[in-house]
């Protein structure tokens, strides 16, 4: 009787290391392929062979500590489809619109 119940058994270590070591080498190479361009995930992914469903998981994680933003909304060159525009270079950022009001303390 199989005591696994239908579920996959536990990866080795060597696995593990081996997909760790993939996403950080492909994270290392959309963000630096970023640091010079405004594009969006599906056409990062075809320009460096990567699936494009981990971009998007990596776009994520760029976002939540403020190394990657949406700059536009354009219709992707592939897809035709609206898509956001994204990059790494801070000075590619789009600033904040709203106005800054400078308070001095009393």
Known sequence: MNKNHGHRPPMSLN????????????????????????TSCTD??????????HLTWYK??????????????????????????ITTDPAQFPQPSQYQIPFQKP
């Open 15 to 38: 696995d593990t290391t081996s997909k760790i070591r993939q996403k950080t080498d492909e994270m290392t190479v959309f963000y630096e392929f970023l640091l010079d361009k405004v």
């Open 44 to 53: 990062a992914a075809k320009k460096l062979n990567i699936p494009q469903k």
């Open 60 to 85: 994520r994680e760029f976002e939540k500590v403020g190394k990657l933003q949406v700059v536009k909304k354009h219709r992707c060159p592939h897809t035709r489809r609206w898509v956001q525009f």
